[in-house]
């Protein structure tokens, strides 16, 4: 099943050599064994398994007792053991499913107060919920009968969360122009979790972090994108206050269609204002934004003012050695920040259109109207490593997964089985495992 011949290209220093075929049962066995970490000659294995995903099951909202009255699904999650899947809905509820059965466990009607836009885990069992109630709730999976408590002090819509591991802080973003940080470890009845606004500037949009935590990366209108390396969230507010934000006249840099720069320049918290983008269609709501598995890169989706298509595009934002403001002076001495790009179409205008990443990052998987797409680096699901060229390419169109009958918004890997789950504005949950 899924056999294939090794690749004679990975009989290199550290690979095993041998002549036996590696086929989805040597896989599953190395797996076992070593874990998620595979070795290259995965390559071919992981490809067919990418290109052959198919629809297992779809859960029908009709077969609750509300007839789907949760409204559209807005964000799914799953958590880190990968043995539950959270969606936020667009009526104030949230689904529990159990992803091996696509079982539904658990409705929870009233999560919020108004739209409930992300789920993050922070552990097996502990997960964040936000809101456009303008609240963060945090939930214990073991009790979902109500939530354990309730974070208030944004003003509006709340777009982003994130866990900082390194030092146990929650992250949020909201339309209120502001990035907050929770100490919920030091949670007390009286005075709640020490709350505190690290970042404030307008148009901001959605915000993401590096799954070490070394990097945050901010959209805002129109179309840039901000990153900020080194990051220390302690001292983020002192760093940046008083900085004239590289957000403002930076359109009419001579550097828009080349890598950006440092501003300023330091060893903590780093502004970088990313200005590399496809030359067909300038950006201006970047309204999705994914970090790679490995922190090389980030997905970002954005509408143009004047053009009825969206774009996928990949940024590296790994850093650069030995980068000074000279060099901003000379953009040929500069390597591009963007990678890939590819064209999408703009169905479901007005609706966030979130993409993901597989779990060890070789592919992408992009909502494309009332299906999804698979899209890799190249043909045969390589390493993002091995397809960087001089010039930025396009992103390959690996196969589109078709089943909904409404526009799909979101769409996300386990992080421990071959399963994808997507969702739509209809209600409805699909669920896709590789067919051999």
Not at 127 to 135: A, E, I
Request: charged fraction near 25%; proline fraction near 4%.
């Amino acid at each position: 099943m899924g056999e294939s011949k090794p690749d004679a290209a990975v009989n290199n220093k550290g690979s095993h050599k041998t002549s036996k075929t590696w086929s989805s049962l040597s896989y599953l066995r190395h797996r076992e064994i070593h874990g998620l970490y595979m070795a290259e000659r995965s390559d071919v294995v992981s490809s067919k398994y990418y290109k052959h995903l198919s629809l297992k099951n779809m859960w029908d909202p009709e077969a609750t007792l509300d007839k789907g009255g949760h409204g559209a699904i807005f964000n799914l999650e799953f958590s880190p053991s990968g043995d539950l899947l959270v969606a936020a809905c667009e009526r104030h509820s949230l689904l529990v499913f159990d992803p091996l059965s696509q079982k539904l466990i658990k409705m929870i009607q009233a999560a919020h107060g108004d739209c409930v836009n992300c789920v993050r885990f922070l552990d097996t069992r502990s997960f964040v919920t936000c809101s456009d109630d303008t609240t963060i709730a945090l939930w214990d999976s073991r009790n979902l009968k109500s939530k354990v408590l309730s974070l208030d002090g944004h003003s509006n819509w709340v777009k982003s969360i994130e866990y900082h591991r390194p030092s146990g802080l929650l992250v949020t973003s909201a339309f209120d122009d502001t990035v907050r940080t929770w100490d919920i470890n030091r949670y007390s009845n009286e005075e709640g979790p020490r709350e505190k606004i690290v970042l404030q500037f307008s148009n901001l949009i959605r915000m993401k972090m590096c799954p070490d935590g070394s990097k945050m990366v901010i959209s805002a209108i129109p179309g840039k994108l901000l990153v900020v390396h080194n990051l220390n969230l302690d001292y983020l507010q002192f760093d940046v206050e008083g900085e004239e934000y590289p957000f403002w006249g930076a359109s009419e840099s001579s550097l828009v269609s080349f890598a950006s720069h440092l501003w300023p320049s330091k060893e903590r918290n780093s502004l970088e204002i990313i200005q590399d983008f496809p030359e067909e269609c300038s950006p201006w709501c970047i309204s999705s934004l994914e970090v790679h598995p490995h922190g090389w890169c980030t997905l970002a989706r954005y509408t143009c003012k004047k053009s009825r298509n969206e774009w996928t595009v990949l940024h590296d934002i790994q850093d650069i050695a030995d980068t000074s403001l000279d060099d901003v002076e000379s953009s040929s001495k500069l390597p591009r920040r963007l990678t890939h790009s590819i064209q999408e179409p703009n169905v479901a205008k007005g609706y966030i259109k979130e993409h993901c990443f597989s779990s060890d990052g070789r592919i992408i998987c992009s909502p494309f109207g009332n299906s999804a797409r698979i899209l890799g680096f190249s043909s045969e699901c390589d390493e993002l490593g091995t397809c960087v060229h001089s010039a930025p390419s396009e992103l390959c169109d690996l196969k589109t997964l078709i089943s909904h009958k409404h526009a799909v918004v979101t769409c996300r890997f386990s992080p421990t089985h071959s399963l994808l789950s997507m969702g739509c504005l209809g209600g409805k949950v699909s669920f896709y495992q590789p067919k051999l």
